[in-house]
T-cell receptor, first 115, second 114 residues
Framework: AQTVTQSQPEMSVQEAETVTLSCTYD???????LFWYKQPPSRQMILVIR??????QNATENRFSVNFQKAAKSFSLKISDSQLGDAAMYFCAYSEGGGADGLTFGKGTHLIIQP | DAMVIQNPRYQVTQFGKPVTLSCSQTLNHNVMYWYQQKSSQAPKLLFHYYDKDFNNEADTPDNFQSRRPNTSFCFLDIRSPGLGDAAMYLC?????????????FGPGTRLTVL
């Protein structure tokens, strides 16, 4: 079974600084996808960024980028120029390429933005 | 705006009293999911529908069932809620099968069992 591990229950960063959230995963599959979802307080979860395992190039979305290390099974999220609105729970998630099941989530990292 | 709606947002039930949570979507997506999220834990997939095809996770308790009468609606039935079933229940949709497809989440229903 696939597992996703987020080792940082909570992270804190000063506004405008850069922060990196860690995620590791375990799978025996070669075709899969990785995601970072954001869950603001009392609001629905939304997709931040996603990565196809077969692509070597790291995904980027504006201030958000990932460092995908396939051999190490590592998928970290970097948030540049942190803003107060970035404060949320961040979940790393995995999905098989065959499309059989839903997402497997990590336990999440609570990101605090210090003004 | 197209969205995923969950009702109610907060549900209180008594131990053993059946409860139904509802989810509707205006995205016209083929796939609908139910996740259970307990405090400080990862959301856990309970089951999903690909159109009318029902897919149950192997470790989802028999106490949990689901219905999808049409494309727009999906229901989660808990036949005899126990204290351990208190959680946030998240409904999500995706246009097509999991994999690369983004999942769109509702705001969740927080279930309290007394």
């Amino acid at each position: 079974a696939q597992t996703v591990t987020q080792s940082q229950p909570e992270m804190s960063v000063q506004e405008a600084e850069t922060v990196t959230l860690s995620c590791t995963y375990d799978t025996s599959e070669s075709d899969y996808y990785l995601f970072w979802y954001k869950q603001p307080p009392s609001r629905q979860m939304i997709l931040v960024i996603r990565q196809e395992a077969y692509k070597q190039q790291n995904a980027t979305e504006n201030r958000f980028s990932v460092n995908f290390q396939k051999a190490a099974k590592s998928f970290s999220l970097k948030i540049s120029d942190s803003q107060l609105g970035d404060a949320a729970m961040y979940f790393c998630a995995y999905s098989e390429g065959g499309g059989a099941d839903g997402l497997t989530f990590g336990k999440g990292t609570h990101l605090i933005i210090q003004p | 705006d197209a969205m995923v709606i969950q009702n109610p947002r907060y549900q209180v039930t008594q131990f053993g009293k059946p409860v139904t949570l509802s989810c509707s979507q205006t995205l016209n997506h083929n796939v609908m999911y139910w996740y259970q999220q307990k405090s400080s834990q990862a959301p856990k997939l309970l089951f999903h529908y690909y159109d009318k095809d029902f897919n149950n996770e192997a470790d989802t308790p028999d106490n949990f069932q689901s219905r999808r009468p049409n494309t727009s609606f999906c229901f989660l039935d808990i036949r005899s809620p126990g204290l351990g079933d208190a959680a946030m229940y998240l409904c999500a949709t995706s246009r097509d099968r999991p994999g690369y497809n983004e999942q769109f989440f509702g705001p969740g229903t927080r279930l309290t069992v007394l």
